[in-house]
């Protein structure tokens, strides 16, 4: 299998899949009106609700729902070989990916803005909105537990990415005040800020500005290695502080107005993002690499699990991710200028996010010329084989193989680090609507973060990475799951067809359950009773218990779905007679 081939299945995909199926959708049954006001102009409070232009909100969608999960994923997911997981990829996103993030943001627009919880509330009962709540909130701690551990104690712990990740943060808040208060042309606004950044990235590879981290690390030369030194529970002094450093990031990001911060760092993210997939992109074009000896299938159990239904939850984001429906609702539905907007920026994003998926399961198939050499690369982490793979098809459009590597670290720090800021607001929200009525405090936006964020810092520092890893992949594809269940009763509950979102939902419902069960008995039965440390019993007791948790929240969610479909059938069919 050649590159190039995939190159064209993947655009096929795109092709029929938003050109005709998605569009089919979108003006057969949900019908969009331009005419109608949405939620960010009815309730525009400057905070959450502000229309923003489609041009904008694209790029916002797509760096607020794509982050390591389109990357790791594929990455992790060949070692099944490469031809499950680029079918996955490719009919995932066709068939149920873009249907979640299209249907919920849509959902959300014609229902004044409503988050995850206020719907589960008004389409299911009053019980499964707080048993959703508490679902999401420790849902998105295991993505901040899973994102912080990769970003802090990985990848900012490299002395020429910190600067560069402060660079492209600056110039997001500088994009934010030449849109919003000097009213500057998005295009001059563009060009400014994304060349600044391109510039910090540069920057940050000089020896001048790397030597302060280094210094601020600790970094000592030992045995001809530069050494951090080790604080407690097994963390140096690069990990506290990266991880402080990303802290910081995601309570600035929770806490202020979304236009002066989390939407206009997205919105530069994305174009750091977008020139890079184009640039990989060009170089595969001239290089046409092949395949090798990289075989279609290896076997239907690996380290990871049995393919079905642990591949399912490996690749997530690229093919489709609950985290999108959060993302959707809480997010975009409260920006949308115009309801026309929905399917380019929700439907559009998703399938730009199959594109990122496909150029990750390319840097593992393609880049290394064999089987034995991606596994070889990937040893150390998924990350590395991304960031190697894209410096290596950049060297065929005559980028530096060094600056390559540092742009494609940074690049997978904005990626982790954008989706992390809002993970936190979301948790505030959470937060503040399943516990505010009983203890005021929870509505204070500082509060909720500050609470937020300490209990990233627990996970991050006691849990390691791939023990946090498969436990977010399960709850984040039953996340998906739930929500296509809310979209469907919406439909239902509009006498609009509604199969299309609920075999999808039943689909991912199933598989996924089964892979939260696969990765409690994996933690608590098969590695805690052999566990050589305090810290690892911990870890492996708290990741089953969780998904212990998170199954039993989906059963009695499930339970009350059925009824509230069950009654909104009975309706519908009164209606018609």
Known sequence: ??????????????????????????????????????????????????????????????????????????????????????????????????????????????????????????????RARNILLLFIYFYILLIMGAFG?????????????????????????????????????????????????????????????????????????????????TIFLGNTQAQVIGTLLVVIFCYLGSVLPIWAWAQPVNYVSFWIIALGMLGGILGMLIWRP????????????????????????????????????????????????????????????????????????????????????????????????FAEGLARFLDHIGVPHDFGVAYGSVFLVIMGLTIMQLAVRFMRVASSELLGDKVPVMKNIHVGTIIALLLTILFVWIIPWLTIWVAFGAANQLMAGLALMLVALWLLSEGKKHTWALYPSIFMIVTTIAALLFVAYDNLIRKLPTAKTVQASIAYILIGVICLLLIVAAVMLIQDGLAALRKWRAKAAEKAA
């Open 1 to 126: 299998m050649n590159a190039i081939v995939v190159l064209i299945l993947a655009a096929l995909g795109i092709v029929v899949g938003y050109g005709f199926y998605a569009r089919r959708i979108d003006r057969d049954i949900i019908q969009p009106d331009p005419k109608k006001a949405t939620p960010a102009k009815m309730y525009m409070d400057g905070v959450d609700f502000t229309p923003a232009s489609r041009n904008v909100l694209f790029g916002y969608q797509f760096k607020s729902i794509a982050a390591l999960g389109p990357i790791t994923g594929p990455i992790v997911a060949v070692a099944w070989g490469w031809l499950p997981a680029l079918i996955w990829i490719i009919l995932g996103t066709f068939f149920i990916g873009w249907v979640q993030d299209y249907g919920s943001m849509m959902m959300s627009t014609r229902r004044d803005g409503d988050t995850m919880g206020a719907l589960s509330y008004k389409l299911v009962s009053p």
């Open 290 to 385: 092949g395949m090798g000896d990289f075989p279609a299938f290896t076997q239907f159990t690996i380290g990871a699990g049995p393919l079905w239904p642990m591949l399912f939850v490996t690749i997530a984001c690229g093919a489709i991710s609950g985290w999108h429906s959060l993302v959707s609702t809480s997010g975009t539905a409260r920006q949308l200028e115009n309801e026309v907007d929905a399917l380019p920026v929700g439907g559009g994003a998703m399938f730009m996010e199959m594109a990122l998926a496909t150029i990750s399961f390319l840097t593992a198939t393609v880049a290394f010329g064999s089987f034995k050499a991606y596994q070889d690369a990937a040893k150390p982490g998924a990350l590395g084989v």
């Open 149 to 229: 551990n990769l970003i802090g104690k990985g990848l900012m712990v490299n002395t020429k990415v910190p600067f560069g990740m402060l660079a492209v943060t600056l110039m997001g808040v500088l994009a934010g005040q030449m849109t919003y208060k000097w009213k500057r042309d998005i295009i001059l606004t563009t060009v400014v800020t994304v060349v600044l950044s391109f510039v910090g990235i540069w920057l940050s590879t000089q020896p001048a500005v790397s030597n302060i981290f280094s210094a601020l690390y600790g970094f000592r030369m030992v045995e001809g290695k530069a050494v951090s030194p």
